[in-house]
């Protein structure tokens, strides 16, 4: 079956929606935190659901262990922390070598889909993204896609649009071979 992981997935709720969303699908959460992948995982075996894993991993250094070349259909990362101060923006979940890393472990025509509230947020996602040679802009270059392509939500999104607020989303396909 087709595998799409969620990078940072948190409590899981974007996992479990998308799962009831396409069940023909096994989905993967990585999270660096311990304790939520124990609930996500507990969460899967109490509802029977075999398609769905968590597993600890800090993505920017294990991404590359953790998914073979091509053997990923879709990433997703949802409303990682924005670390706001200059001097903490190393610390943000997206960097050019993890943009690179996501590409390979895409199949071909595989999707990388991101998501936050905090523009300046998304403005550096895209930036980083539209450099990236293995990835094309889905609605076209420098473009946010107004919409999200999934009815799953994840907890902060929710919440997010509760308020009335924004949510930049961009979606990526990898070209090439």
């Given at each position: 079956?087709?595998?799409?992981?969620?990078?940072?997935?948190?409590?899981?709720?974007?996992?479990?929606?998308?799962?009831?969303?396409?069940?023909?699908?096994?989905?993967?959460?990585?999270d660096i935190r311990e304790e939520m992948v124990r609930r996500v995982q507990a969460r899967a075996m109490r509802l029977g659901l075999?398609?769905?894993?968590?597993?600890?991993?800090?993505?920017?250094?294990?991404?590359?262990r953790l998914f073979a070349e091509g053997s990923v259909d879709r990433f997703c990362m949802n409303f990682p922390d924005p670390w706001f101060k200059r001097r903490h923006h190393k610390r943000r979940m997206?960097?050019?070598?993890?943009?690179?890393?996501?590409?390979?472990?895409?199949?071909?025509?595989?999707?990388?889909?991101?998501?936050?509230?905090?523009?300046?947020?998304?403005?550096d996602a895209m930036d980083i993204l539209e450099q990236e040679p293995g990835?094309?802009?889905?609605?076209?270059?420098?473009?946010?896609e107004r919409e999200s392509p999934f009815r799953a939500q994840s907890k902060r999104e929710r919440?997010?649009?509760?308020?009335?607020?924004?949510?930049?989303?961009?979606?990526?396909?990898?070209v090439g071979g």
């Open positions: 079956m087709p595998v799409e992981v969620e990078l940072g997935c948190g409590d899981g709720a974007f996992l479990f929606g998308r799962a009831a969303e396409d069940p023909w699908r096994n989905y993967v959460g990585v075999r398609g769905i894993t968590a597993v600890v991993g800090n993505i920017n250094a294990d991404l590359g997206l960097t050019p070598e993890l943009a690179a890393d996501v590409v390979k472990a895409l199949k071909p025509g595989g999707e990388f889909f991101f998501q936050s509230d905090v523009f300046d947020v998304a403005l990835l094309a802009n889905v609605v076209g270059p420098w473009r946010f919440q997010t649009l509760r308020k009335g607020l924004r949510v930049w989303r961009l979606r990526y396909h990898k």
